[in-house]
């Protein structure tokens, strides 16, 4: 199975910063890698598909770049509604693979 | 709206068996490539089985040979039928899906919670 690797494991930044958060493949999946938020008790959301789509009603200052092994999310400038864990997902391949997560917290 | 409602969890002994269901509304399950998701209490997010809108079925090594995933196309309900359970296995499952054509997640529901305990 595709092994996804998150790094780094948290990320502790002040609102408004930028937030760079990395997902690496143990094989290629080419640009099929989404990334999805997570909220204390709620279910995760969609925010990108396919390395670089923002899902409906997900703001401009999330934006995914990569293809193959290599993925990022960045948020350009942090809101408060935006500390949350973030997990990579690749559908290259069955099985389905998330990666361990980022959490983003306040510093 | 789209809606997705899973039920079926609660507590069972290791070794037991116990079926998941997920009722969708405004929004066909039969269309679209659908999965079962699970959390366990305070880890990550782990992909557990798929189905896509032929009727192939995909698990987790996991859970190979012990869940099988199903759908109702009639009552547009999916269900994951868990056996020889874990202590594992123990976890908040979520349905989830949204496209026929990928297994991308514009849905979830808010899952139901199995706790596999003697």
């Known amino acids: 199975e595709i092994v996804l690797t998150q790094s780094p494991a948290t990320l502790s930044l002040s609102p408004g910063e930028r937030a760079t958060l990395s997902c690496r493949a143990s094989?290629?999946?080419?640009?099929?890698l989404a990334w999805y938020q997570q909220k204390p008790g709620q279910a995760p959301r969609l925010l990108i598909y396919d390395s670089s789509n923002r899902a409906t009603g997900i703001p401009a200052r999330f934006s995914g770049s990569g293809s193959g092994t290599d993925f990022t999310l960045t948020i350009s400038s942090l809101e408060p509604e935006d500390f949350a864990v973030y997990y990579c997902l690749q559908r290259r391949d069955w099985p389905l693979t998330f990666g361990g997560g980022t959490k983003v917290d306040i510093k | 709206e789209v809606q997705l409602v899973e039920s079926g969890g609660g507590l069972i002994q290791p070794g037991g068996s116990l079926r998941l269901s997920c009722a969708a509304s405004g929004f066909t399950v039969s269309s679209n490539y659908m999965s079962w998701v699970r959390q366990a209490p305070g880890k990550g997010l782990e992909w557990v089985s798929g189905?896509?809108?032929?009727?192939?079925?995909y698990y987790a090594d996991t859970v190979k040979g012990r869940f099988t995933f199903s759908r109702d196309n009639s009552k547009n309900t999916l269900s994951l039928q868990m056996n020889s359970l874990r202590v594992e296995d123990t976890a908040l499952y979520y349905c989830?899906?949204?496209?026929?054509?990928?297994?991308?997640?514009?849905?979830w529901g808010q899952g139901t919670l199995v706790t596999v305990s003697s």
């Open positions: 094989q290629s999946v080419r640009s099929l």
């Open positions: 989830a899906g949204g496209r026929s054509s990928a297994s991308i997640f514009d849905y």
């Open positions: 189905i896509s809108p032929g009727g192939s079925t």
